[in-house]
């Protein structure tokens, strides 16, 4: 967790909460996650999370 926190840093990335549940949930899963699966494991503990449509696939857009 931490490695992917200092590259996403390094990268100029901001470490909010989002990203820190984000890089949780996929630590957790110990699998490849969907970005529908990622953001519904997330959304439970940040209920107030959004998705940017036009960055997710078909599969997501066609569960809204």
Do not use: N
């Not at 990268?11 to 996929?26: D, K, N, S, V």
């Not at 036009?54 to 997501?60: A, H, I, Q, S, Y």
């Amino acid at each position: 967790l931490d490695t992917y926190r200092m590259t996403l840093q390094k990268q100029g990335f901001r470490m909010t909460p989002q990203r820190m549940a984000i890089l949780q949930a996929l630590e957790a899963s110990g699998q490849h996650m969907t970005p529908l699966e990622i953001f519904e494991t997330v959304s439970r503990s940040l209920p107030g999370i959004k998705i940017e449509e036009r960055r997710v696939g078909k599969e997501c857009r066609s569960r809204w």
